[in-house]
């Protein structure tokens, strides 16, 4: 079964670590990815422009119409995303937790629908 983990976070969390603690933070990023993909539990991984950069999109008269996003109202936002691939829930909760600073941040975890049990 697929699941998805999210992490959050703004161009302010970013800012606030010291630029001397970024290539460890990077390395703990690294390494928890290659575990994964080396299991063949990850099946990607993916960090996203700051929402700044975001856009929403919608068809009018069949053609786009693009305006600055992201469609939200918060301080924090959808930083990066996980897609595993797992044999069981309790086994995509274990990565989870197994996230570089996931005793300080919470990891989001999402079933993905289309390969979900009949009973999400």
Request: hydrophobic share 45%; aromatic share 10%.
């Amino acid at each position: 079964m697929k699941y998805l983990l999210l992490i959050y976070g703004n161009q302010e969390k970013w800012s606030s670590i010291p630029a001397e603690e970024w290539p460890e933070a990077l390395a703990k990023q690294a390494a928890f990815n290659e575990k994964y993909r080396e299991t063949g539990e990850l099946l990607g991984a993916y960090g996203l422009a700051d929402a700044a950069a975001a856009q929403l999109v919608l068809r009018k008269d069949g053609a786009p119409a693009v305006t600055d996003g992201p469609y939200l109202e918060t301080k924090e936002y959808i930083a990066s995303f996980w897609l595993l691939d797992c044999e069981s829930e309790k086994r995509a909760q274990e990565i989870a937790a197994d996230m570089p600073w996931a005793d300080v941040e919470p990891v989001e975890l999402w079933p993905i629908l289309h390969e979900a049990a009949p009973d999400l």
